[in-house]
């Protein structure tokens, strides 16, 4: 899954590729896991007025007044090209395509793909139920902090990846969280006290900023191949900080991998909740 980091440079490439042009030609293809696409004729002839990600959501707003919602979930990305050159993947897996006179912007594989007219936008509830975006301007660390707080049985790894309590944090910086402030992802939510959470926050919005600038994501602060993360696909090698065995599990619904190291991100032994032992 692509990270708020991924998303927020892609918007920056489009919005210096497309703002400010006309659109010149805009087709959607159905696929797998898309299968109804919006009409993006209608933005033939319109300005780009504005791109934004937005959580996992891409959002190319035009001068008609009509936005383009696009969401990347595991596989989506979009591309940019001259007129004319090689698409890096087959044109069958392209879901939109946004021509201007000197470009073209291609979505692949995105499951999600919507026009929307101003309405539309205030009430899509995709966006709505979306939590404090941990890239944005003004990010709210107490909203994010209550939307986690309601999790409380939730694992702390899958809390970390519900983009409605926190936007922005991607299987990778999920694990790397976790390792970098010694918390057990497979502990309940309940288990951490809001300094603990706080600094979980913290930490997903340093390392998500540190790789706004491209490149292979470090979390390690070591550039060189092998070296960027601390535990996410180390699976087996020892840790950086103790020298265990570095672990890994499907977790959550999705079945998204977790790394943690078993000594570093140790459970604490689980209180027993006022129940006597008699
Ligand atoms: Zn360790």
């Known amino acids: 899954m692509p990270e708020g980091d991924t998303i927020f440079r892609t918007a920056a490439v489009l919005r210096a590729m497309l703002v400010g042009k006309r659109v010149t030609d805009a087709r959607a293809q159905a696929g797998p896991g898309l299968r109804r696409v919006p009409d993006l ?15 996992k959501h891409l959002l ?3 001068d008609s007044g009509l936005t383009l919602r696009s969401h990347m979930r595991m596989r989506g990305s979009w591309h940019r090209y001259r007129p004319g050159e090689a698409w890096r993947l087959p044109a069958s897996q392209a879901r939109a395509i946004l021509e201007t006179p000197d470009s073209v912007a291609v979505a692949f594989n995105t499951p ?9 936008l205030a009430r899509s509830r ?22 986690l707080r309601e999790r409380d049985d939730v694992a702390l790894g899958e809390a970390l990846l519900d983009q409605r309590a926190v936007a922005g944090i991607g299987n990778v910086v999920k694990s790397e969280v976790c390792f970098v402030e010694r918390l057990d992802p497979w502990a309940p939510m ?14 997903a919005r340093r390392l998500l900023r ?8 470090v979390t390690t602060g070591m550039r060189g191949r092998g070296r960027e993360l601390w535990v996410y696909g ?22 998204r991998s977790t ?16 129940v006597a032992d008699t």
Request: one cysteine or more.
């Open 60 to 62: 190319i707003g035009f």
């Open 126 to 147: 995709a966006l709505h139920e979306l939590g404090p975006d941990l890239l944005g301007e003004a990010f709210d660390a107490d909203e994010a902090m209550r939307r």
């Open 112 to 120: 999600t793909l919507e026009l929307l007219n101003d309405a539309g």
């Open 259 to 274: 790394y943690w190291c078993p000594r570093c991100q140790l459970t604490r032994p689980e209180p027993h909740g006022g």
């Open 41 to 55: 004729s209608r933005v033939v002839g319109a300005v780009v007025t504005s791109v934004e990600a937005r959580g």
């Open 234 to 255: 180390r699976a087996g090698r020892p840790c950086r900080r103790c020298g265990a065995v570095i672990s890994t599990a499907r977790q959550g619904e999705l079945a």
């Open 190 to 203: 309940r288990r951490f006290d809001d300094d603990e959470l706080d600094r979980a926050l913290a930490s």
């Open 210 to 217: 540190a790789n706004l600038g491209g490149g292979a994501r």
